[in-house]
């Protein structure tokens, strides 16, 4: 294909996806509406694979033995490129959009905390552009859509590479949102993770009539916890380990005979990982001969530190460059302002860039961090030591906020956000397309997987053969909210966006926040 016939094209599907707004912003505040925990996505599965049913997309439901996990098939033969993205949202993060305060649609409810809502809106909206592109144009190619299930518990992924989705994969796009429209390559300075649950069994006895006849598997817990937390003082400064009790007993007159204790443990390379999983079981080992209890354990998720493609990036960037960031209204900028005022936001981020409304310079491509002490983990990570892969961040969020946060919430069923999603949306349709017909970009592609990125680094996976999903995870969340969440639910047929739905006059902010407004972008 001649550059001014690719150039042509790149330009067809920037229009297309302009005419596409009004579907990508229900899609966007129907997933919103939704909130739905890790493996309990039934409605968001059932609503995003009835879109790409519809639009002549094959689908194969429940992969790797998770229920609200699939994939989406369009086209024949090569190139298999994959695009994801994840569709979990955050515990007790339900937020009214476009409410620049605390303002929660039902109390204590789940909800988009982190902006969940909008990467798979995002990936539809560009292959069905970019479908009727091949379609006419009869260009080969394979479009793979999957979604990331459970990706706050790490859940999923690394069973998607398992169980062979990913074999005959040329390569893969992932979508996340961000604050700014960019992309990354190499090591991204983050760690990798297990988490695992720690099951104690001791025995009951009554509290006060009999507690000599009792071993308590709490005792055990705090024990366990006590030691790793002793244990931190000599750790490396990459690791990050935390924990819940998300079993303690029943009550306080009873000893508890079975107690838990979950552990996420994070550093920068496999080998350190496992080193805090053995020393974790060496610890609960410790803590029954203590308390005369005994242990299981059980793998609840996990990810590798991340690795991006470099050509694959640096293709992205050009169209990243060319699509540039939506044009933020005074309204926008207002919302964005007073919510950073709301959370206190830092004045700058942690590259030093100023944090005042939203973003308006285009980011840079990111280059590998030389140095990093560690940090979050993203098991898009494990598809990435399998396949070329790289994750377009498009600006759907508001800088400056603590993230899993309800105040994150706040940006993602408005134009903000739909704006967002459109330009993500372009940039990604525009790679897309180069990489169907620009096999350079997938040679390269391989040239650096096999001859930088695993040189030296092979991938080990952290579950085992015989690790199962948690997929009953988060089940009574939901179970005690999805009732009252249903009266909730985006009626597009009647309303023509969730903030009408929900009776908010965009922005709402308090009286005394009101920030200068400031409109434009680039």
């Known amino acids: 294909m001649s550059p001014a016939k690719l150039e042509a094209l790149k330009k067809e599907l920037a229009v297309e996806i302009d005419k596409q707004q009004k579907a990508t912003q229900q899609m966007v505040d129907m997933v919103f509406s939704f909130g739905e925990l890790g493996f309990q996505e039934t409605e968001t599965s059932r609503y995003l694979t009835g879109i790409l049913k519809k639009n002549g997309f094959t689908i194969e439901q429940g992969i790797a033995g998770i229920p609200t996990a699939w994939v989406a098939k369009w086209g024949s033969g090569k190139p298999v490129i994959a695009i994801g993205s994840d569709i979990d949202c955050i515990p007790k993060a339900s937020q009214k959009p476009g409410v620049a305060y605390h303002d929660p649609i039902i109390e204590g409810a789940p909800g988009h905390g982190e902006g969940h809502n909008s990467g798979q809106p995002l990936n539809v909206t560009a292959v069905l552009a970019l479908k009727k592109i091949m379609e006419r144009e009869k260009i080969p190619g394979t479009l793979m859509l999957w979604p990331g299930v459970a990706e706050e518990q790490l859940g999923a992924k690394a069973y998607f590479v398992r169980d062979g989705y990913f074999k005959n994969v040329d390569a893969c796009i992932f979508t996340h949102v961000g604050d700014n429209l960019g992309v990354s390559y190499g090591d991204g300075g983050g760690n990798g993770m297990i988490s695992v649950k720690f099951n104690f069994d001791g025995q009951a006895a009554h509290s006060a009539g009999a507690p000599w006849r009792g071993r308590s598997a709490l005792d055990a817990v705090e024990l366990m916890d ?18 819940v009790i998300p079993d303690g007993g029943d009550q306080p007159n009873v000893v508890p005979s079975k107690a838990s204790v979950w552990y996420y443990f994070r550093d920068r390379t496999y080998p350190k990982i496992i080193q805090m999983y053995d020393d974790a079981k060496k610890m609960a080992q410790g803590a029954t001969l203590m308390t005369n209890t005994t242990v299981t354990h059980e793998v609840m998720g996990s990810a590798w530190p991340g690795h991006m493609n470099k050509p694959v990036a640096e293709a992205m960037y050009q169209n990243i460059r060319a699509v540039g960031l939506p044009t933020w209204s005074a309204d926008d900028q207002v919302l964005a302002r007073a919510i950073q005022k709301e959370m206190k936001a830092p004045k700058t981020d942690r590259r030093n860039k100023p944090i005042d409304g939203l973003a308006m310079k285009l980011d840079t491509l990111t280059k590998p961090d030389e140095f990093s002490i560690g940090g979050g983990s993203d098991d898009i990570a494990d598809i990435s030591w399998n396949v ?70 092979k991938y080990t996976p952290l579950i085992s053969a015989t690790d199962k999903p948690a997929i009953k995870l988060n089940e009574g969340i939901m179970a005690e909210f999805r009732p009252e969440m249903k009266k909730y639910y985006y009626n597009p047929a009647k309303y023509k966006t969730y903030l009408e739905q929900l009776g908010i006059k965009y922005p709402m902010v308090k009286p005394e926040s009101e920030p200068k407004a400031v409109s434009g972008g680039q």
């Open 226 to 243: 006590i030691g790793w937390n002793f244990h931190r003082e000599h750790m490396e400064v990459t690791q990050r380990s935390h924990y």
């Open 388 to 457: 070329p892969t790289v994750v377009l961040r498009y600006p759907a969020n508001i800088p400056g906020l603590p993230g899993h946060h309800w105040s994150n919430a706040v940006s993602m069923a408005t134009p903000i956000a739909h704006k967002g999603v459109t330009a993500g949306a372009k940039a990604e349709a525009m790679t897309l397309l180069d990489m169907l017909v620009k096999p350079e970009i997938l040679k390269d592609a391989w040239t650096y997987f096999n001859e930088v990125q695993t040189k030296d680094t």
